[in-house]
């Protein structure tokens, strides 16, 4: 019998299986493909091929910066299989940790038969290869994840020619004219890499912006330093005609784009429908598994973690939620309380979309601050004031830091970035919000210098006294 059943191994399942593991427990992780869909047909290896997009370009660019590379081409099988390379590396990284943790890992995809109750144990079955096998544990931790959304736009199902990011990723060559439905992280993700690639590309939105959780300032700065691609605003699609997609303005102008390929870019949908949440009573909704700040389900003894919640579907948020469910599984076996520490909070959770300008940000938006009746300071500063920024950019859609704080007590309530290694440090914009900083507890900070990541504090002595 297993101390704990994992039932998905993507970012949350394996971390999971790591802590539990690490703390000598009999950990049980059922997953159909190790390292779930950020590892295989998500972050890693969007970010492989983006950033071979972004050398490409880089290259074509090198002699602004005084380096001559002559004639420069990409060979997309060649980037392809530099894509496969780094999963696989990763994946087996993930498979030595399984194995350094002792956990057992069983390939197939896992189905709750029945719950614990007293002492009873719960039940799971791994299904694989059409045979199956029934196995037992004190707690199961449920990390199914998500798909992608496929909403019932007429020609959109059974069209070989409309594809998701799962099957974009796979294709075999560089589309000449892509449509992108969705203007979300994914969607302007993908648009940045094909028109970088030489795509003509189109990302048809139903929003009047992208990325609709931006600071309303920022957004627009992303789309506009995305030059190569078209952006259709305000747009409602109606149908699918093989690679042509139509749609209506807000004026009720009938409007369409004829593509070669119709990426699908509406967002995820939790998987709440494949691992036995009815037979044993699980409070699901299309919006996820309803948990507390513990991650335990209304089931004792059922933990869910991950975007199978659907509380935030980022892989580092998955991270910190099979963290906090591995802390208290661990307190409910051991007899001990759950530290107050390990509890899941989504204050301040760092969001960041990649591509050859990329954007970060964590905390409210000013939108969100008005929304809420909340007075604020703010104060933005260009990219471009960034000494190291200035060294290592052509300043074509330079971007900009943001940083908000309440006009009251001054406490750090948001700070968002558009431009070159935004999610690289908006990490320490998630801790000062977290801890609580003032502006001027950050004006005190010492940063190294040249950073971008100068320009928080910075920003902060805009703001004033």
């Known amino acids: 019998m297993y101390d704990t059943i994992i039932i998905g191994g993507g970012p949350a399942g394996y971390l999971a299986a790591e802590r539990l593991g690490h703390q000598k427990k009999k950990v049980l992780l059922i997953e159909e493909q190790l390292g779930g869909t950020c590892l295989n047909v998500g972050c890693i290896p969007t970010k492989t091929l983006l950033n071979s997009a972004k050398l490409y370009v880089h290259a074509k660019e090198a002699a ?8 420069v081409s990409y060979d997309w099988a060649a980037i392809q299989s530099w894509k496969a390379e780094v999963v696989a590396k990763l994946r087996g990284g993930v498979e030595s940790q399984m194995k350094r943790f ?3 890992v069983v390939n197939g995809r896992g189905e709750i038969l029945s719950a614990p109750s007293g002492e009873k144990p719960a039940s799971v079955c791994s299904v694989s290869g059409g045979k199956s096998a029934e196995h037992h544990g004190r707690a199961i931790l449920v990390c199914a994840g ?3 959304a496929a909403p019932p736009i007429p020609g959109g199902r059974d069209n070989p020619l409309v594809v998701d990011s799962t099957g974009l990723l796979s294709i075999t060559a560089v589309p000449k004219r892509l449509a992108v439905i969705g203007g979300g992280v994914i969607g302007v993700e993908f648009a940045g890499l094909f028109s970088a690639l030489g795509s003509k590309v189109a990302v048809i939105e139903m929003m009047d912006e992208i990325v609709p959780f931006m600071d309303k300032e920022q957004a627009p700065v992303l789309r506009k330093a995305m030059s190569g691609v078209e952006f259709k605003l305000g747009r409602k699609v109606e149908k699918i005609d093989g690679a042509t997609v139509h749609y209506t303005a807000k004026d009720g102008k009938a409007e369409s784009t004829e593509a070669d390929l119709v990426l699908m870019a509406v967002g995820r949908r939790p998987t709440v429908n494949t691992w036995g949440a009815e037979a044993v009573g699980v409070d699901v909704s299309p919006r996820g598994v309803a948990v507390d700040d513990r991650m335990r389900t209304a089931i004792p003894g059922i933990w869910a973690a991950g975007d199978v919640t659907g509380n935030s579907l980022l892989a580092h948020s998955a991270y910190r939620m099979a963290e906090v469910a591995a802390a208290d599984i661990l307190a409910a076996q051991n ?10 909070r989504s204050i301040a959770v760092p ?3 990649y591509g050859l300008t990329e954007a970060a940000g964590v905390g409210i938006t000013e ?16 990219m471009r004031v960034s000494g190291r920024f200035a060294a290592e950019n052509t300043f074509q859609g330079a971007g900009a830091v943001k940083v908000i704080a309440d006009a009251g007590d001054r406490r750090i309530l948001g700070i968002h ?6 999610p690289e440090f908006i990490w320490g914009g998630a801790a000062l919000i977290e801890q609580e900083f003032r502006v001027e507890d950050v004006k005190q900070l010492i940063i190294p210098h040249p950073t971008v990541s ?4 910075d920003a902060c002595w805009e703001i004033g006294d």
Do not use: C, H
């Open 64 to 71: 602004k910066f005084g380096v001559k590379a002559g004639d």
């Open 102 to 104: 002792g956990v057992e």
């Open 417 to 422: 970035a558009v431009g070159a290694y935004a």
């Open 454 to 457: 100068e320009l928080i504090r």
């Open 146 to 148: 998500s798909v992608p």
């Open 367 to 382: 939108q969100e601050a008005a929304a809420k009746g909340i007075a604020i300071v703010k104060a933005s500063l260009p």
């Open 335 to 344: 007899g001990t309380k759950s530290g107050n520490g390990n509890r899941w």
């Open 351 to 353: 969001w960041a979309v």
